[in-house]
């Protein structure tokens, strides 16, 4: 019987050998980010050098807050669409019940539907990284990266838990996916990531303050802007780690009892 590493591979394999035959796709989805930078960097020039109250404890300017959110953002959210998309495609493809019956445990098997999410994303975020100190200019050098990858961690395991629990829509409903839909059209707005939340009227902003996103862009972005320590930036760590905690054994349980009933049912075939 093959090991698990063995087969986790045989998924990345087959994961990477999908997404090179779509080389448009590939490249139109390069261009879409690169047009969505551009918007940002010429907002940041019609507002010139000068720091927005509410940018001021980032000590950032508007493109270079907006630059750094949207790569840490594209990253961490990775876990987040990463589950439901691959299950969906299963789906459509007629392949969902065979792939859930290779002989690995619950965790390996998300961690295999991932894998080559993930991986693709680091390279995402290599090329922003090289972008923005190549090409837009921007200065890490305060920037106080253990605190920093700490933050990454942290985060990128919230949003794995997020993801698998939208996924279990995906296995009993096939169709209708009310967490995908909040990650995709509040997480950013709400939490930080085009602008700091401190925006945001008093009512809206208590709903930020539900989301983790919003603690993982504010600690992210100043221990990279401002070198913060495990000082400043422990309260939203402590707060990270409490999701995680939290969210983690749930969405791996409960995505269990979706395949186990959908199983039941006969419905795992079904798209």
Known sequence: MKSTA?????FIRRDFLAERSYRLSFAL????TLANLAVFYFIGRLF?????????????GYFTYVFTAMAFFGYIGTGAGSYAGRLRLEQTQGTLEATLSTPLGVLPFL?????WNFLFATFELVVYALAG???FNLDFSAAN????ALVFMLSAACFAALGILSSCFVVLFKRGNPLAWVLNNFEGLLG???????VLPAWLLAVSNLLPVTYAVRAFQLAVHRGAGLAAIGPDLLILAAFDIVLIPASVWLFSLSVNRARKAGTLGEY
């Open 6 to 10: 063995h087969i986790i591979a045989a």
């Open 29 to 32: 989805g390069a261009l879409a």
């Open 48 to 60: 010139g050098g000068a720091l927005a109250p509410q940018l001021e404890p980032y000590g950032a």
């Open 111 to 115: 961690a295999a539907m991932s894998a």
């Open 133 to 135: 100190i190549f090409v």
């Open 145 to 148: 990266w253990p605190a920093a």
């Open 192 to 198: 930080g990531v085009y602008f700091p939340v401190a």
